[in-house]
């Protein structure tokens, strides 16, 4: 069991529910709608999307540790910490019956989101999911197994901000309001962005072994020293849409709490400019996406005006 769970990569879960959070936040905000929150927002939705991406995410993990440990790129050279496949704790038709296992269980869930949303009404949304969900299922897969795996192609930043980013958010948002609200696009994009900043920053400390193994990462293509400036745009661009979303949408000023997740996030960058050691890198992956998730966090409780709740009981005794 501890073996599966190294596996499965814990740490990796709290990024992929950030956009989930924003979304389904941004759903329960309050508005000046003639549609009270309570009749847009589900439990039922926001369970079944955390169940579904969680499982999504697993699923990538697992498929992660298979594509690259039978094709020997997880080997001696790779700096991070040793894959499952790569250490022999599991076999690799261990690992290949997982991953068809958390696809049907995955595509399970997906439905259920799915019927839970639309019910028997809006035909062509359900159908339009339901792809949508095999096509999430069959990416996650695909990042690094096959012979024609995209991840070996550098293409793994435009899934990331794609599913991470616009799919997770604005995705989930659709299935509760039942309409595209353009204004989440930022926020989407600000979370795609930073969940692309953590596949590029395990590119960068990887960026030797994958060069020997034939992994043509965006980092490897385009060499370290282009490699940071293109994270600082990632974490920077990221930081300023989240801003001008604010902005348009006339926060309060303790709506502005969320900025507090920048000083992680800003720290970050420097350690990152001053880096001269890829290995060195890899603690910042966790720092990364934690920040990650707590920006999500706080701006999802700024939208829904709980901060100022939250400051009202703990310092003004509930009055």
Same mark, same amino acid.
């Given at each position: 069991?501890?073996?599966?769970? $190294? ?10 529910? &950030? ?19 309570? $009749? ?7 369970? +079944? ?8 995410? !697993? ?14 790129? #997880?080997? &001696? ?42 019910? #028997? ?40 901000? !794609? ?84 902005? +348009?949408? $006339? ?28 290995? $060195?890198? #890899? ?14 966090? +706080? ?9 100022? #709740? ?10």
């Amino acid at each position: 069991m501890k073996q599966w769970i $190294e596996a499965a990569r814990l740490r990796t879960l709290p990024l992929s529910v &950030s956009g989930i959070i924003v979304g389904s936040m941004y759903a329960l905000r309050p508005t000046n709608t003639i549609e009270t929150p309570t $009749e847009v927002f589900s439990w039922s939705i926001f369970g +079944l999307a955390l169940l579904t991406t969680l499982g999504l995410q !697993v699923l990538s993990n697992f498929a992660n540790d298979y594509g690259d440990g039978v094709k020997g790129t #997880d080997n &001696s050279d790779r700096v991070g910490p040793m894959r499952a496949i790569q250490s022999g704790a599991i076999s690799a038709q261990a690992m290949k019956q997982a991953i068809i296992i958390t696809s049907v269980l995955t595509l399970f869930s997906a439905v259920a989101l799915i019927y839970v949303s639309f019910k #028997d009404t809006n035909l062509w949304f359900s159908l339009f999911y339901l792809v949508l969900g095999i096509l999430a299922i069959v990416s996650a897969i695909r990042y690094t197994v096959g012979k024609t795996a995209y991840g070996y192609r550098g293409f793994g930043d435009i899934f990331v901000f !794609v599913f991470f980013g616009l799919v997770s958010t604005l995705g989930v948002n659709f299935l509760y309001a039942k309409q595209l609200d353009f204004d989440l696009f930022l926020p989407a994009a600000a979370i795609g962005l930073l969940s692309t900043g953590v596949l590029n920053l395990n590119n960068m400390r990887d960026e030797a072994s994958d060069r020997k193994s034939n992994k043509n990462t965006m980092v490897v293509q385009m060499g370290g020293a282009k490699a940071k400036k293109y994270h600082y745009f990632l974490v920077i661009t990221a930081m300023v849409l989240v801003i001008i979303f604010a902005i +348009l949408s $006339e926060y309060r000023l303790d709506q502005y709490l969320f900025v507090l997740a920048y000083i992680p996030l800003i720290k970050h960058l420097k350690t990152v400019q001053t880096n001269q050691n890829p290995k $060195e890198l #890899d603690p910042e992956l966790k720092k990364l996406a934690l920040s990650t998730f707590a920006l999500s966090l +706080l701006l999802a409780l700024c939208m829904v005006s709980l901060i100022q #709740d939250i400051i009202v009981n703990l310092f003004l005794g509930g009055r």
